[in-house]
């Protein structure tokens, strides 16, 4: 015999739902590969009034001639020596949250400025999940987007904050300045660059140029940056240039024994491309800014943070205003990137439409 409305009714209104216990299971975080790669490679300096300088040299005057006998020689007093330069940038993260909103979530603070809390002995049977543990977990994202996003950004979308890699290794070198010097007349203070045309010889342009020579010019490429003493470790690609670059590879017959390897199965997905040791990794960041169709090869040691000492991700806890029961957390980073030799790095572009 079925159930009649009414007894529906009841058993709804007697029934509790099952709530899952835990923290939230987000949904929306990224790898940040270029975050990862420059926080290992910063560099800290003690203070400066405004910039960050450091001395670069680009040009020789000296030189060998020969000579005999009583022949009148040169002498040259070398003048080459110039200095770059950028402005350090402050950035700021906080948060507040009411000790209204902690109570009801079995959270008591112990001191005025926030800097300890205590939590309900029977938290668990009300809490559903850590108010307060979520509340950090969100600033800490948060601002780890933000820093990738000015680590990947030209400094146009913030005057006040730092530059990031598409502000220093730009898609035509031969003009405007870097930190102060002029690279159209400066020649070795240049990234490599290569954005593909719609020439059908161009190897970047796999439009119309069905056998793509992707591979070839990279390793090219490659040769070129460690020409001046570089050495490219880190690549960052978007997904299109990956989705060409791994199709140009298997079109070519490129096949390892690593699909074998399981008994009974065969994995057909390709690692990582290496490139003359350099492992191209997919940076989701890059689609994020419309850039789907580019690589970055960097050397770490030549493009990296400067940041001052002490002032890497420091805490404060600031004090509460007497007339309100609110606790402040906030995060403050000083510091810039640079790069101290620009013809070290290169980004480059495929021409295509679709995928």
């Known amino acids: 015999m079925a159930f009649t409305q009414a007894e529906l009714d009841n058993i709804a209104a007697a029934t509790l739902d099952l709530y899952l216990r835990g923290q939230p299971m987000t949904q929306v975080i990224q790898d940040k590969p270029l975050l990862n790669a420059m926080k290992s490679a910063q560099k800290t300096f003690g203070g400066a009034k405004e910039n960050i300088s450091g001395a670069v040299k680009g040009n020789y005057d000296s030189y060998f001639a020969g000579y005999t006998h009583n022949d009148q020689v040169a002498f040259q007093n070398p003048t080459n020596i110039k200095r770059w330069s950028t402005p350090w940038k402050e950035l700021s993260g906080g948060l507040e949250v009411s000790m209204t909103e902690l109570k009801k979530n079995g959270i008591h603070v112990v001191d005025t400025n926030g800097q300890s809390i205590t939590r309900a002995s029977d938290q668990e049977k009300y809490a559903l999940a850590d108010l307060m543990q979520d509340k950090m977990e969100d600033m ?160 770490p040691r030549h493009i990296f943070p400067y940041v001052m000492q002490g002032e890497d991700m420091k805490t404060h806890n600031p004090a509460r205003p007497h007339d309100r029961y609110m606790i402040y957390k906030a995060v403050t980073w000083t510091g810039n990137m640079v790069t101290n030799q620009a013809n070290a790095h290169g980004v480059y572009e495929i021409a295509t439409t679709t995928v």
């Open 140 to 299: 800490s994202e948060g601002m780890a987007r933000d820093m990738n996003e000015y680590f990947w950004g030209d400094g146009t979308a913030d005057a006040k904050g730092p530059i990031g890699v598409t502000g220093l290794i730009v898609d035509d070198p031969s003009t405007g300045t870097l930190q102060g010097i002029d690279r159209s007349t400066n020649a070795w203070w240049r990234n490599r660059a290569h954005i593909a045309t719609t020439t059908a010889s161009d190897p970047l342009n796999v439009t119309t140029n069905s056998s793509y020579k992707i591979a070839n010019f990279l390793t090219s490429e490659v040769r070129q940056l460690r020409r001046f003493g570089g050495r490219p470790t880190l690549g960052f690609a978007g997904s299109v240039f990956l989705d060409y670059l791994e199709a140009e590879m298997r079109n070519s017959g490129y096949y390892t024994d690593a699909g074998w390897a399981a008994k009974g199965s065969i994995d057909i997905g390709m690692a990582n491309p290496r490139l003359k040791g350099v492992e191209i990794q997919y940076d989701p960041t890059l689609d994020d800014l419309g850039l789907e169709k580019r690589l970055y090869l960097l050397d």
